[in-house]
């Protein structure tokens, strides 16, 4: 079995399903995290280049603790909208994985 588990903003899908992952990955299936936006609206005073940047790294750093595949799609947390552009990157990550 494969899990993919898709939230739209850094550390929410760890936060929310990191348990059920870690015993996914546990009965030895292969588990990923699709974080769709890159987290940067949430800085107190940080530039958004380098919050999106300090994000990815939380991120990459908590898809390695719980043996998960990481697919960062990088929109902009003021532009995630429902458009073609958004489904076309969802679509690649669930044939990739």
């Keep these: 079995m494969r899990t993919l588990a898709v939230a739209a903003s850094p550390g929410d899908a760890e936060f929310?399903?990191?348990g059920t992952l870690l015993r996914v990955?546990?009965?030895g299936d292969?588990?990923?995290i699709c974080t769709i936006a890159n987290g940067?609206?949430?800085g107190d005073g940080i530039p958004p280049r380098q919050?999106?940047?300090t994000r990815r790294e939380e991120a990459e750093s908590a898809a390695e603790?719980?043996?998960a595949e990481l697919f960062w799609m990088d929109h902009s947390d003021f532009a995630v909208s429902n458009d073609?552009?958004?489904r076309l990157k969802l679509m690649e990550v669930l044939r990739t994985f």
């Design 40 to 42: 940067n609206s949430t």
């Design 16 to 18: 929310a399903c990191g």
């Design 30 to 32: 292969a588990i990923a």
């Design 25 to 27: 990955k546990a009965g």
């Design 84 to 86: 073609a552009v958004t």
């Design 51 to 53: 919050l999106a940047a």
């Design 65 to 67: 603790s719980l043996g």
